[in-house]
T-cell receptor, first 119, second 117 residues
């Protein structure tokens, strides 16, 4: 089983639709992330969940609503999106990192992404 | 302010040759980690190599090595013996150990590598 999976891989939706992106990790990690990758922009962190608790919301509009029911699953619920929200949405997972300067930084592993087009 | 700078938007490299991808970073935190990821056209971000700020030796993983020059705040990726399958976008990323940026992975703009036969 691939480490981090995402479904669907491609999604086309209208601005009035409601859809959800799903991410599942099989690596035993306890932190999960949503990133947005737009054309000609660096990868942007959207949300972070540690042990199912949201610890980071990087000023993301409320039309994006994350959900983390357990450490293995992460959802991104979409509603009333705008065309500028069209992008590649990447999910990642890692082991929980610690606030200790000597602790090895844990690597984030990414899924294949969902290419979203909003019409 | 941009924390990760990749100055090469694109590069062509011939198969079997080595290629160096530049990355400079900006941090005042003594504890940080540097990462390189590869993103093929399929979209998946593939982890390649990691270097910790306290690591004494340069990281190596197979054909990938990281030329870590701490004083210059430089973390260049070297790919030896390039293969056609190495054609992809390459991203340098940093995670700082303290402050508001703690835990966040910050990415550069990327370098597009095309390996030619």
């Amino acid at each position: 089983e691939t480490g981090v999976t995402q479904t669907p891989r491609h999604l086309v939706m209208g601005m009035t639709n409601k859809k959800s992106l799903k991410c599942e990790q099989h690596l035993g990690h306890n932190a999960m992330y949503w990133y947005k990758q737009s054309a000609k922009k660096p990868l942007e962190l959207m949300f972070v969940y540690n042990f199912k608790e949201q610890t980071e919301n990087n000023s993301v509009p409320s039309r994006f609503s994350p959900e983390c029911p357990n450490s293995s699953h992460l959802f991104l619920h979409l509603h009333t999106l705008q065309p500028e929200d069209s992008a590649l949405y990447l999910c990642a997972s890692s082991t929980l990192f610690r606030r200790d300067a000597r602790t090895r930084q844990e690597t984030q592993y990414f899924g294949p992404g969902t290419r979203l087009l909003v019409l | 302010a941009q924390k990760i700078t990749q100055t090469q938007p694109g590069m062509f490299v011939q198969e079997k040759e080595a290629v160096t991808l530049d990355c400079t970073y900006d941090t005042s935190d003594p504890s940080y980690g540097l990462f390189w990821y590869k993103q093929p056209s399929s979209g998946e971000m593939i982890f390649l190599i990691y270097q910790g700020s306290y690591d004494q030796q340069n990281a190596t993983e197979g054909r990938y090595s990281l030329n870590f020059q701490k004083a210059r705040k430089s973390a260049n990726l070297v790919i030896s013996a390039s293969q056609l399958g190495d054609s992809a976008m390459y991203f340098c990323a940093m995670r700082e150990g303290r402050g508001d940026s703690w835990g966040k992975l910050q990415f550069g703009a990327g370098t597009q590598v095309v390996v030619t036969p």
